[in-house]
């Protein structure tokens, strides 16, 4: 007598239903018109190899939905790892992830990679597309794995495998190529449609620098060749935009070895440097900060009592001063806490706003200093605002308000919101940690904003709302932040008298709307290519003369800009013109003021802009008028 096969219902899209015997695949439950590189089960994104175990609902997963991209750039780390080991048998593979926008593999070998290389190894990969080969999924005994590897001489996948506490362990075979993983794949290697190696660079095994040198291999993949195309180009863009380049180009900073991570603004960056700090004074007055001066290096007690010292140690600077131990400040918190302890306050003084622009220092690895983006040494404009709990959602709304009006003046369009909560190493209990996340959350539905929660993404001492602003490029970049706080108070024993006369512990909300000055300048470079407005371009208009008889003249109407407050610069020198124009248009200056013989005898100037754009010419008094109508929103200086 048979046994009877276990059957089930799989629930397909659009309410289909199917019963299938169990350990069925999924890739006889799915119709092949519906082009799924892999599904979705109960959720959970799997192999079309899967075999299915219990009634489940199965949503086909196509190339190019976001998952389906995953799985082909996932795919594709796999698919070029085993062209590296093809062309260079003596490689040692490491991990290779699925970043933003692609994929990269860690590589152990004797000499560095090359672009030819590069080329190589894609044309390697086009061949292994090209057959087609199957990609299986294998499950073995974890200790039976490290036999494997260990035969293989994969030195890195066996100490990866004894990290693991699983007994069992999945591996993916494609022809002669196997690799630990977790999958989920391509069922083969022909259904990986696009990809390109961009570029390679130096990487610490686990990202530890006291780990050996490896080197990663960057490459990206999507679901069409045109799809990738459009990337492609704007990755070029992108390195036409690079801020370091545009910075040196420019002449607005600099790095010296002698202070690594911390940059050197040259006249022109600290002019744009100064300036985004006048405007946020600017508002200040309007949103009713007052400006404070801290110290920056403080006993490590003052850090200790913040907590910082148990949970921020490893980013700070350290220093010893006559027997006693010192911190260079990391952040202005605890000093402007220790100046609302100077006096008592009463109900009537709150909220009071503490703003601050003092220069902080954070300790990041070398592995991870990048151009301005990334840096030891910055400024933020930094706040702190001590309020009663009842002020909580009318001050972060006015925080939310002074943040949209910035990015506004700055041409940033598009910003995501996210509510981040508490993360596994914070000070205070859940209760105290629910209260601080309901609070941001009221407050941004209050201002109808819409926004994602990212769990475990808050500062150890509270929830915090994160602007994430998206660039020309649509890069995403997280600039301004909004922290609540009820655990500083507690720690540092801040009190108010209210309006019955008992004590009240106030509420903490940290506050920065540019977030880092350093990091601002960069993603605002990348934002408008250099080419920056009106108001913060350090040069505005520059003047060119086409012979020196026009030197006089030119003269002359430099000091009128001068003047007005108009930033103008003169060109006289003994050059072609349209070489004058050439050079100030890569200078990205906003106006060039082109004066002949013509302009002399009419007393007038013919301006163009840095695009080529002609304007029709025009007296200098006309002229400075129409530079006093580019004004900024909001009423920047």
């Not at 990334?374 to 702190?384: E, G, I, P």
């Not at 909300?509 to 350093?518: C, K, Q, T, Y």
Request: hydrophobic residues 40%; charged residues 25%.
């Amino acid at each position: 007598m048979s046994a009877k096969v276990q059957t089930l219902t799989v629930t397909l899209p659009e309410g289909e239903h199917r019963t299938v015997p169990a350990q069925t695949s999924l890739r006889e439950v799915l119709p092949p018109s519906s082009q799924a590189i892999a599904a979705r089960v109960n959720g959970k994104v799997v192999d079309l190899s899967y075999p299915l175990k219990a009634d489940c609902e199965v949503v086909p997963v196509v190339p190019t939905s976001a998952e389906g991209v995953e799985v082909i750039r996932h795919s594709s780390a796999h698919l070029m790892a085993q062209a590296v080991k093809r062309l260079f048998p003596n490689v040692q593979i490491t991990i290779g992830p699925v970043i933003e926008n692609g994929f990269y593999y860690d590589f152990k070998y004797e000499r560095a990679f090359t672009p030819e290389d590069l080329e190589r190894i894609e044309a390697t990969m086009h061949d292994i597309v090209k057959e087609n080969l199957a990609v299986q999924r294998e499950e073995l005994p974890r200790q039976e794995a490290i036999r494997l590897f260990r035969d293989m001489g994969e030195h890195y996948k066996v100490e990866i495998l004894e990290g693991i506490s699983d007994d069992v362990v999945s591996l993916y075979r494609q022809g002669e190529f196997v690799d630990l993983c977790r999958g989920p794949h391509v069922p083969s290697t022909g259904r990986i449609p696009a990809f390109k190696l961009t570029s390679v660079a130096g990487a610490y095994w686990r990202g530890d620098e006291r780990n050996e040198m490896l080197q990663r291999i960057y490459g990206t993949a999507f679901a069409s060749e045109k799809e990738l195309r459009q990337h492609l180009a704007l990755l070029e863009e992108a390195k036409r935009r690079d801020h370091r380049r545009l910075g040196k180009e420019l002449d607005l900073f600099s790095f010296h070895p002698v202070a690594p991570g911390s940059p050197f603004f040259h006249p022109k960056g600290a002019f744009i440097y100064n300036e985004l700090i006048a405007y946020i004074r600017h508002l200040y007055q309007r949103y009713g900060y007052q400006e404070v001066v801290t110290p920056q290096i403080c006993d490590v007690e003052l850090w200790q009592r913040s907590g910082h010292m148990e949970n921020y140690k490893e980013n700070i600077f350290f220093t010893e001063i006559e027997g006693r131990d010192f911190a260079v400040k990391p952040m202005n918190c605890p000093g402007h806490i220790l100046l609302y302890t100077e006096k008592k306050h009463s109900y009537r003084e709150l909220p009071l706003r503490y703003a601050d622009f003092g220069r902080l220092h954070r300790f990041e690895r070398s592995g991870v200093v990048s151009g301005l983006t990334r840096v030891r040494s910055f400024a933020q404009d930094d706040a702190h605002i001590f309020c009663a709990p009842e002020q909580i959602e009318a001050e972060v709304s006015a925080v939310l308000r002074m943040v949209s009006e910035v990015y506004r003046t700055f041409g940033f369009a598009e910003v995501r919101f996210d509510l981040s909560t508490r993360p596994p190493k914070r000070l205070g209990d859940d209760a105290t940690w629910d209260r601080a996340e309901a609070a941001l959350a009221a407050a941004l539905t209050e201002n109808d904003i819409t926004y994602r929660i990212n769990a475990g993404d808050g500062a150890f001492y509270g929830p915090k709302i994160d602007f994430i602003v998206f660039d020309a490029l649509r890069r995403a970049w997280q600039l301004a932040t909004v922290q609540l706080d009820f655990l500083l108070p507690e720690r540092f024993d801040l009190t108010y008298t209210t309006a019955q006369g008992s004590e009240a512990r106030p509420v903490m909300i940290h506050r920065a709307v540019l977030g880092s000055i350093e990091r601002f300048i960069g993603v605002l470079i990348e934002h408008c290519g250099g080419d920056f407005p009106l108001w913060l371009a350090p040069v505005q208009v520059r003047i060119l003369t086409v012979t020196d008889s026009q030197e006089a003249y030119a003269r002359q109407v430099h000091q009128q800009f001068l003047q007005v407050g108009v930033r103008s610069e003169l060109d006289l020198r003994n050059e072609k013109l349209g070489y004058k124009v050439r050079e100030a248009e890569v200078q990205k200056v906003p106006y060039m003021i082109v004066i002949g013989d013509k302009e002399v005898s009419t007393a007038t100037v013919a301006p163009r802009g840095r695009k080529g754009e002609k304007i029709p010419p025009l007296t200098v008094a006309e002229f400075i008028a129409r530079l006093a109508a580019e004004r900024v929103p909001g009423g920047a200086p």
